[in-house]
């Protein structure tokens, strides 16, 4: 599959069914000896009041996807194999 064709599609995940965010605002981890996703970045969303604080972002681990499909990537995400981490604005 191109990079291409995974923007636009929405994460949702199985365990809780929450939609987490889109492949297209995200970012990838991709591992440069083998060519291969390890993981995807999804920035939190901000608002106008927490514009100007710490900002996190979760990190999913490519394991934790179960299924692609034409319009959603499906992973599994429980407390844990979910990662956040800050990033300062």
Same mark, same amino acid.
């Given at each position: ?10 994460? *949702?995940? *199985?365990? !809780?069914?929450?939609? %987490?965010?889109?492949? =297209? !605002? +995200? !970012?990838? $981890? *991709? #591992?440069?000896? +083998? =060519?291969?996703?390890?993981? /995807?970045?999804?920035?939190? &969303? ?7 604080? #710490?900002?996190?972002?979760m ?5 934790? /996807? $179960? &299924?692609?499909?034409?319009? $959603?990537?499906i992973? !599994?995400? #429980?407390?844990?194999?979910? +990662? %956040?981490?800050k990033?300062? $604005?």
């Amino acid at each position: 599959m191109r990079m291409a064709e995974l923007a636009g599609k929405e994460i *949702i995940n *199985i365990y !809780d069914g929450a939609r %987490l965010g889109v492949v =297209g !605002d +995200s !970012d990838m $981890v *991709i #591992d440069t000896e +083998s =060519g291969k996703i390890t993981s /995807v970045i999804i920035p939190k &969303k901000s608002n106008l009041i927490n514009l100007w604080v #710490d900002r996190q972002h979760m990190v999913i681990p490519w394991e934790a /996807v $179960v &299924k692609i499909g034409f319009e $959603v990537m499906i992973v !599994d995400l #429980d407390q844990t194999n979910l +990662s %956040l981490k800050k990033n300062m $604005v």
